[in-house]
């Protein structure tokens, strides 16, 4: 009998002369391509005197090149219908852009030029900084946003996981031209760099295009993050007294890191609590009982932490009974395990939205640019979705039982209530055993 053929792996991961690295998945059926440049600088490498600065320079890098202006970035993919875009995150930062296939080479061309050759022009720098300090004050007045700054504060309290990705109005307004430009030049070498593309294209003819626009450059020893800290005893409640309609809610706990071996578990935890409208969360809080409009569960993924957060957001009158009643949907699941059908549910759902989200050129891009840039490489679907399948109830009752407990909840809670009740609502999270 002959011997199988093994299946050639759908990804093809390069180390480039240069030091950038690059992973690619061909997508023969596809109209469109993307491509993101990822950058090992985020919000855990600044240290306190320069918060912010990561953000800052993203924002900085889509304001012209040595060669090109700030129009011509933005016209050469969006002239031909692509679109162009980024973001920071903890992490890294992402330059990407999608447009119709047949254009990918333009597209690799603008965003390495943006992440190489940045003019960094001092009248850019003092004009996008009034835009930063409005988008500041634009958080502050944004409560849902808000708790969730909070949040990461309560956790990890003086520590870059728990600062503003956009700093606050001091370390902005302290950002100089010197300061920013140092950042880049350490940051923004290709040893610390990563290209992920997706779509329909040949392989071999982005990496010679890569080759002729990335050269070998500086070689400045590559930056590392603090280590996430320990957070402290819980249960801890931070309220926010503010003149809002609606109370917003973040109850969540210490989580695991990006590759703990009890990762699977807490994807289907999240699953099985709030992640969609079948959610034991949006069933009974929302559905059952009429107690919020909003509810559902986050999960926060880093190299040594991670945080799993429920947010609601409710009548100030509600808010205890809310509160209690999602800390007893978090004691049922660690006590009693999930039922076959229910688990068979979360296991479906969770296959069924990878499998549609990476139909699409841009969000497979960012899902295998993520695992290169913060693991070093990509995990196929289909072993992902193996290991989702393997997952016992007895696996989520355990990885409950790690996450919640009552020494280890934190609430932040901002809205119309009164400071004291924050000593109530303590109590309230100690019920959690």
Same mark, same amino acid.
């Given at each position: 009998?002959?011997?199988r053929r093994k299946k050639p792996a759908p990804?093809?991961?390069?180390?480039?002369?240069?030091?950038?690295?690059?992973?690619?998945?061909?997508?023969?059926?596809?109209?469109?391509?993307?491509?993101?440049?990822? &950058?090992?600088?985020?919000?855990?490498?600044?240290?306190?005197?320069?918060?912010?600065?990561?953000?800052?320079?993203?924002?900085?890098?889509?304001?012209?090149?040595?060669?090109?202006?700030?129009?011509?970035?933005?016209?050469?993919?969006?002239?031909?219908?692509?679109?162009?875009?980024?973001?920071?995150?903890?992490?890294?930062?992402?330059?990407?852009?999608?447009?119709?296939?047949?254009?990918? *080479?333009?597209?690799?061309?603008?965003?390495?030029?943006? *992440?190489?050759?940045?003019?960094?022009?001092?009248?850019? /720098?003092?004009?996008?900084?009034? &835009? /930063?300090?409005?988008?500041?004050?634009?958080?502050?007045?944004?409560?849902?946003?808000?708790?969730?700054?909070?949040?990461?504060?309560?956790?990890?309290?003086?520590?870059?996981?728990g600062n503003l990705l956009a700093g606050s109005?001091?370390?902005?307004?302290?950002?100089?031209?010197?300061?920013?430009?140092?950042?880049?030049?350490?940051?923004?070498?290709?040893?610390?760099?990563?290209?992920?593309?997706?779509?329909?294209?040949?392989?071999?003819?982005?990496?010679?295009?890569?080759?002729?626009? #990335?050269?070998?450059?500086?070689?400045?020893?590559?930056?590392?993050?603090?280590?996430?800290?320990?957070?402290? @005893?819980?249960?801890?409640?931070?309220?926010?007294?503010?003149?809002?309609?609606?109370?917003? &809610?973040?109850?969540?706990?210490?989580?695991? *890191?990006?590759?703990?071996?009890?990762?699977?578990?807490?994807?289907?935890?999240?699953?099985?609590?709030?992640?969609?409208?079948?959610?034991?969360?949006?069933?009974?809080?929302?559905?059952?009982?009429?107690? #919020?409009?909003?509810?559902?569960?986050?999960?926060?993924?880093?190299?040594?932490?991670?945080?799993?957060?429920?947010?609601?957001?409710?009548?100030?009158?509600?808010?205890?009974?809310?509160?209690?009643? /999602?800390?007893?949907?978090?004691?049922?699941?660690?006590?009693?395990?999930?039922?076959?059908?229910?688990?068979?549910?979360?296991?479906?759902?969770?296959?069924?939205?990878?499998?549609?989200?990476?139909?699409?050129?841009?969000?497979?891009?960012?899902?295998?640019?993520?695992?290169?840039?913060?693991?070093?490489?990509?995990?196929?679907?289909?072993?992902?979705?193996? *290991?989702?399948?393997? #997952?016992?109830?007895?696996?989520?009752? @355990?990885?409950?039982?790690?996450?919640?407990?009552?020494?280890?909840?934190?609430?932040? /809670?901002?809205?119309? &209530?009164?400071?004291?009740?924050?000593?109530?609502?303590?109590? #309230?999270?100690?019920?959690?055993?």
């Amino acid at each position: 009998m002959p011997a199988r053929r093994k299946k050639p792996a759908p990804y093809r991961h390069v180390t480039m002369p240069s030091g950038l690295t690059v992973v690619l998945r061909e997508m023969p059926h596809a109209e469109s391509a993307s491509v993101g440049i990822w &950058v090992r600088a985020g919000g855990r490498f600044e240290p306190p005197a320069i918060v912010g600065v990561s953000h800052f320079l993203e924002h900085l890098l889509f304001k012209g090149t040595r060669t090109r202006t700030c129009e011509e970035l933005k016209r050469a993919v969006e002239g031909v219908g692509g679109s162009l875009n980024g973001f920071t995150a903890e992490e890294f930062t992402c330059y990407m852009a999608k447009l119709p296939a047949k254009h990918l *080479a333009r597209a690799l061309a603008v965003l390495c030029d943006m *992440a190489l050759h940045p003019s960094l022009a001092s009248r850019d /720098i003092d004009k996008e900084r009034d &835009v /930063i300090l409005e988008e500041i004050r634009m958080y502050d007045d944004t409560p849902g946003q808000h708790v969730h700054e909070v949040f990461n504060q309560l956790l990890w309290p003086n520590h870059p996981l728990g600062n503003l990705l956009a700093g606050s109005e001091q370390s902005v307004r302290g950002l100089s031209h010197g300061v920013i430009r140092s950042y880049w030049r350490r940051f923004y070498q290709p040893r610390n760099m990563l290209i992920a593309v997706a779509g329909n294209f040949v392989a071999d003819d982005v990496i010679a295009q890569l080759g002729r626009l #990335v050269r070998p450059g500086r070689r400045e020893a590559l930056p590392r993050s603090r280590p996430a800290p320990r957070s402290p @005893r819980g249960p801890l409640v931070r309220l926010l007294h503010k003149k809002t309609e609606q109370t917003h &809610v973040c109850l969540g706990t210490p989580a695991i *890191a990006r590759m703990h071996p009890q990762r699977f578990a807490v994807e289907l935890l999240h699953v099985l609590l709030g992640a969609n409208m079948s959610s034991r969360l949006f069933h009974e809080v929302r559905e059952r009982r009429g107690l #919020v409009y909003e509810i559902g569960t986050q999960i926060k993924r880093y190299r040594d932490a991670g945080a799993f957060i429920v947010y609601a957001g409710c009548d100030a009158a509600k808010l205890t009974t809310t509160i209690r009643t /999602i800390i007893t949907e978090l004691g049922e699941i660690k006590r009693h395990p999930v039922s076959p059908r229910e688990l068979r549910r979360a296991k479906d759902f969770y296959a069924g939205q990878l499998v549609m989200a990476l139909e699409d050129t841009l969000e497979h891009m960012l899902w295998m640019g993520e695992q290169a840039i913060t693991v070093g490489g990509i995990g196929t679907p289909q072993a992902l979705a193996e *290991a989702i399948e393997q #997952v016992t109830p007895e696996q989520i009752q @355990r990885a409950a039982s790690r996450l919640f407990t009552s020494r280890q909840l934190f609430a932040a /809670i901002v809205g119309p &209530v009164p400071v004291h009740q924050a000593a109530t609502l303590q109590r #309230v999270c100690a019920e959690l055993q």
